[in-house]
């Protein structure tokens, strides 16, 4: 069955330091989206990803965060200065789109801890 | 914005017992509603979903109903099983493709053989 794969799985990093999260979306999938979860709070949704360009984003995603679609398959979250607040699960998850009411098949997650 | 709220946070059941857990949501614009289920270490897993022309569902053991006017919609598991043991989130969306989810607390199911 086609899955959506985030690597790394864990990463642990400096405040200050740049961060880059990695996801292979399902690969006739057409929407592409980041999702963090803080541990014990709720999934929260970053920003999705559409015909090469940002189609939403919340008001979590600052300057501080990027998304790019690099080749054919890869879509990556970039996050250039962590803070302490960035330590949460991040989730990767794509969609089919067209006439499919946005069934969302999300990755394992990559987990991010800022110290 | 959406806001969702889901009860309760967590839920102890006997294994063959059924388990409820209900979400609320906001936005009248809001038209799809899955339900994901999160096993330790892994990523939301869809396990049943509803839209808004349509006020029940039903997958097995699983069911889905969704109460427009009141805003609220609920999961239904039968006959539960160790293996359901796990987070089960509910969301919602008013977007068609390319959907943004608002999820809800999360509901952690424990069910006792």
């Known amino acids: 069955e086609p899955e959506v794969t985030q690597t790394p799985s864990h990463q642990v990093t400096q405040m200050g330091q740049e961060v880059i999260l990695r996801c292979v979306p399902i690969?006739?999938?057409?929407?592409f989206y980041w999702y963090r979860q803080i541990l014990g709070q709720k999934v929260e949704f970053l920003v999705s990803?559409?015909?090469?360009?940002?189609?939403?984003k919340s008001e979590i995603f600052d300057d501080q965060f990027s998304v790019e679609r690099p080749d054919g398959s890869n879509f990556t979250l970039k996050i250039r200065s962590t803070k302490l607040e960035d330590s949460a699960m991040y989730f990767c998850a794509s969609s089919e789109g067209g006439d499919r009411t946005g069934e969302l098949f999300f990755g394992e997650g990559s987990r991010l801890t800022v110290l | 914005g959406e806001n969702v709220e889901q009860h309760p946070s967590t839920l102890s059941v006997q294994e063959g017992d059924s388990a409820v857990i209900k979400c609320t949501y906001s936005?009248?614009?809001?038209?799809?509603f899955p339900w994901y289920k999160q096993e330790l270490g892994k990523g939301p897993q869809l396990i049943i979903d509803i839209r808004s022309n349509v006020g029940e569902k039903k997958d097995q053991r699983i069911a889905v109903t969704l109460n427009k006017t009141a805003k609220h919609f609920s999961l239904h598991i039968t006959e539960t099983q160790p293996e359901d043991s796990a987070v089960y989130f509910c969301?919602?969306?008013?977007?068609?493709?390319?959907?943004?989810?608002?999820f809800g607390g999360g509901t952690r199911v424990l069910v006792k053989p």
């Open positions: 990803f559409y015909n090469n360009e940002i189609s939403e």
């Open positions: 690969s006739n999938h057409l929407y």
């Open positions: 969301a919602a969306s008013y977007k068609a493709a390319g959907n943004k989810l608002t």
């Open positions: 936005d009248s614009a809001s038209n799809y």
